[in-house]
């Protein structure tokens, strides 16, 4: 991927501070065996209609933000995971519920006139009627009125006593989720697996040139594609630019890049090793810097393309949910295209249309995390929000279509010790902070330098695909 403009960003709390303060809640799914196997420990979340009695997000649905005590007001934030006064728990009481902040010792969300804010349990102010919506969600009011707690647009708004509306409805999303045994492989489907992903696939040094002095200096990755696919990567992100007609494999720009990989050999290897492992499923995401006509072009070159290539806009999938990957092997549909790219952006560029030729645009199927965790080294933020903002949040769903979750788990430059580091704590941060900010836990686990860390991310994946989250949640 191309590297955005730096931007400020909050210091994070230390990574020991933040795991001090997890709770567990009593009522445990995992058993010793489950421990030892290395399953993640997920716990329940509400019923239906419940109102749950341990420690949640308040987080909007329309937005995706949390509720965060800040400093006494409590503003919409980001998704933090246990880092940022996040975390309330609902307490029955007389006349409804306090909702208690759950690392703040007798801290309660209040408010005061049109205002949300913090104050002593028990004050005035700290009671409210917690009341299940549709889709899950909650109404939080002030009791004998008709005036709710409602989000805030952007990232560090005030949340307001307001009005009804959508804004007012909020998912109390577990801390911790539930979950059960995966389905049987023949009833699994897509949007309940996970993938190892490979971010800026091609950027590893041995298949090619990928940038010029200094980008160079750091590759992504250590290993070629061929190798990748033989490892377990079945995701790859791979950046396109022209060069004479053809899209070309480079970061950044190909300017000064003696021989760049064309995307249509990485495409080739993909399918040639795709058709000799049936079953297999292998999906593409294309940070996206050519015409259509040109990707259209590099993709007809391809040998064997249109035999595995997936086309879920063809499937109905968007209304009647994913296959089940035992019928996409039964067909031998095994590799699914996306661009980054938007149907608007072509349209208004007088482009025909990437879907007509079986690239998916990713904003219609997909919903992804910020991409950097912070520099190469140094420290690191892990919050876990969308990288297209609050109007396609992670938590967006639906009863019929659950979009892809790709999560992003990398900084902005690719250094070996430190993608060491975060590699092990990949697990870590699926559970605590982008399961619960997605509301559903990750299909696709992009990391730099797959082969570092312990564990590894391919032993994370293989964790994530031994459960599903509890419906209902």
């Known amino acids: 991927m191309s590297l955005p403009r730096p931007r400020p960003r909050p210091r994070p709390r230390s990574r020991s501070r933040s795991r001090s303060r997890q709770r567990a809640h009593p009522r445990a799914l995992c058993t010793v065996a489950a421990l030892a196997l290395g399953v993640p420990v997920l716990f329940p979340g509400p019923a239906a209609a419940a109102v749950p009695t341990y420690s949640v997000y308040l987080q909007n649905s329309v937005t995706g933000l949390n509720a965060a005590d800040s400093g006494g007001t409590v503003a919409a934030h980001n998704p933090k995971g246990n880092e940022d006064h996040q975390q309330w728990t609902p307490v029955a009481v007389s006349g409804g519920h306090q909702l208690r902040n759950a690392d703040e010792s007798g801290v309660c969300l209040g408010r005061s006139g049109t205002s949300a804010v913090t104050a002593t349990c028990g004050a005035d102010g700290t009671t409210w009627t917690v009341t299940a919506a549709a889709n899950s969600t909650y109404t939080i009011g002030v009791p004998g009125t008709s005036r709710y707690l409602t989000g805030a647009s952007a990232d560090s708004g005030a949340v307001q006593i307001g009005s009804s509306g959508d804004y007012a409805r909020w998912y109390l999303t577990p801390v911790a989720y539930a979950t059960t045994a995966m389905p049987s492989t023949d009833t699994r489907t897509l949007d309940q697996v996970s993938f190892l992903t490979s971010h800026n696939a091609y950027a590893n040094g041995v298949d090619g040139d990928f940038a010029s002095f200094p980008v160079s200096l750091f590759p992504n990755q250590s290993r070629g594609v061929s190798q990748q696919l033989t490892d377990g990567v079945r995701g790859f992100m791979l950046d396109t630019y022209t060069v004479s007609g053809q899209a070309m494999l480079c970061h950044n720009s190909c300017d000064g890049v003696g021989s760049p990989v064309p995307l249509a050999t990485d495409l080739q290897r993909m399918v040639d090793f795709l058709k000799a ?49 035992a019928d996409l092997a039964s067909r031998g549909k095994q590799l699914l295209i996306f661009s980054d790219r938007t149907r608007a952006s072509d349209v208004s560029s007088g482009y025909v249309t990437r879907d007509t030729f079986g690239v998916m645009y990713q904003r219609e199927w997909t919903v992804e995390n910020y991409w950097s965790m912070g520099g190469g080294l140094g420290g690191s933020d892990w919050s876990c929000y969308s990288r297209w903002g609050t109007s396609r949040p992670l938590t967006t769903d639906s009863t019929a279509f659950h979009p892809l979750f790709v999560m992003n788990h990398f900084r902005d430059y690719t250094v070996g010790g430190t993608a060491e580091t975060d590699n092990a704590k990949l697990l870590n941060r699926v559970q605590t902070f982008c399961t619960p900010a997605a509301r559903k836990k990750p299909n696709y686990l992009a990391v730099d330098r797959y082969d570092l860390g312990s564990p590894s991310p391919l032993t994370t994946v293989g964790n994530l695909n031994t459960y599903v989250l509890t419906a209902g949640q």
């Open 277 to 325: 492992h049936p079953g297999e499923f292998a999906t593409v995401f294309l940070e996206d810097y050519v015409a259509s006509d040109v990707l259209k072009s590099s993709l007809a070159s391809v040998s064997g393309l249109s035999d595995v290539l997936y086309r879920p806009d063809q499937e109905g999938v968007a209304t009647s949910g994913w296959p089940t990957m």
